[in-house]
């Protein structure tokens, strides 16, 4: 899979700009605030349906302007013409998403056309931040993948959001039917499974993949480990990523959902479920977060985020675009040059690379670069 050209108008500081983009690596230079990383969110929001960064829609819209738009024309492996994607987000609200020029009903429809994996310096939160910045990572991660996994992720949401909604107001002293509760325990409970087996399944194949590449980068001095912890887990789970697309037994989950009402009506919120999940990390037995090096922790970070790009393409079956925002200013020599050659094995991935030195990628090291200059918001080839 590869990005041939994108374009922008009025999408944050790029009034106007648009480029090509070639197979292999594709280097997008310039001082910082000059629209390099505009450029991949725009890329990886037609992958995640929304913004890396965690931005409303409308503060993609130019100040001063009524709307944002960004174009992209990928091309899957083994088709011989592209497929373009378009997003237009205008300043009432209203957004509008096409497929060649066809028009999609919302973001989940989108998603799942087009794959690409992100690294960015916030990635060393998978190993330091809290339970929800790993959930996020498995729910962008699956969701490309399984439009399955997707639809009951936005269930299971909308479903928690009712039942906590019932909690609050029996937590402030108005009269509500246990049946209801239990009502939405069995959706919950339900969509809950389908999620957990996708889940457990994934960090399964995540944490073999982490551990070969943790161990090449580190030499095999340290032992990475990764467990899914779930309120939904039970033993013997169904594998639906690579096997048969089935749900794991609800039946665990909707036991403490159904006989815990007091204890959550006494905290306004619904106390179990797969939005309390998380991914366990160590090394040799200890708790990475608490006890491992600064280094190691960005060592486990980038192996999570190339473990996750090595699963896409074998569950997807093709290599998704991969994505590098100013990840090489916080990396050393060593971690460069691996991040580069793992890479760069197969020279029909498509890497995007934003830096503010050219240099980051010496011409002619890892094959030919397509260098593109990015300066107040325009785009133009050459070094």
């Not at 916030?122 to 993948?145: C, H, K, M, Y």
């Not at 936005?154 to 009712?162: C, I, N, T």
């Not at 194949?205 to 090449?216: D, I, Q, R, T």
């Not at 106390?271 to 200890?286: A, E, Q, R, S, V």
């Amino acid at each position: 899979m590869r990005v041939s050209s994108v374009s922008f108008a009025n999408w944050r500081n790029l009034t106007s700009a648009a480029c090509e983009l070639s197979h292999g690596i594709n280097v997008l230079w310039g001082m910082n605030a000059q629209g390099k990383s505009n450029i991949l969110e725009g890329i990886y929001f037609f992958a995640r349906g929304r913004s890396f960064r965690g931005s409303k829609e409308k503060e993609f819209i130019q100040f001063g302007e009524e709307f944002a738009s960004v174009s992209m024309s990928f091309r899957k492996d083994g088709y011989s013409e592209d497929t373009e994607l378009s997003a237009t987000i205008q300043k009432n609200g209203k957004k509008v998403l096409r497929r060649n020029g066809a028009p999609l009903s919302s973001s989940s429809e989108m998603m799942g056309n087009f794959r690409a994996v992100l690294f960015a310096p916030s990635n060393l939160s998978l190993v330091t931040g809290g339970p929800l910045e790993r959930r996020t990572f498995l729910d962008i991660a699956i969701s490309q993948l399984s439009p399955v996994y997707l639809k009951y992720l936005k269930r299971y949401s909308v479903a928690l959001m009712e039942r906590n909604a019932l909690l609050k107001m029996a937590q402030a002293g108005e009269q509500i039917q246990e049946e209801s509760l239990d009502v939405y325990s069995s959706a919950l409970s339900d969509y809950g499974s389908w999620i957990c087996s996708f889940r457990n399944e994934y960090v399964s194949l995540l944490n073999k993949s982490v551990e070969k590449y943790f161990s090449e980068m580190t030499d095999g001095r340290e032992k990475p480990e990764m467990k899914y912890m779930s309120h939904a887990a039970l033993g013997n789970m169904p594998e639906p990523l690579t096997g048969e697309i089935r749900r794991g037994d609800p039946a665990v989950l909707y036991e403490k959902l159904s006989s815990n009402h007091d204890r959550e009506i006494a905290a306004g919120s619904t106390l179990w479920g797969i939005h309390k999940d998380d991914i366990t990390i160590t090394f040799n037995g200890h708790e990475a977060k608490s006890f491992a090096s600064q280094g190691q922790q960005r060592s486990m970070a980038l192996s999570m985020k190339l473990a996750e790009a090595d699963i896409s393409s074998r569950i997807g079956g093709e290599y998704p675009v991969i994505l590098l925002d100013d990840v090489f200013s916080e990396l050393d020599v060593s971690r460069r040059k691996f991040i580069l050659n793992t890479l760069g094995e197969e020279r029909q991935r498509q890497i995007i690379i934003t830096s503010c030195d050219p240099n980051v990628v010496p011409d002619g090291a890892f094959g030919d670069v397509n260098f593109l200059h990015v300066e107040a918001g325009g785009i133009r080839n050459g070094d």
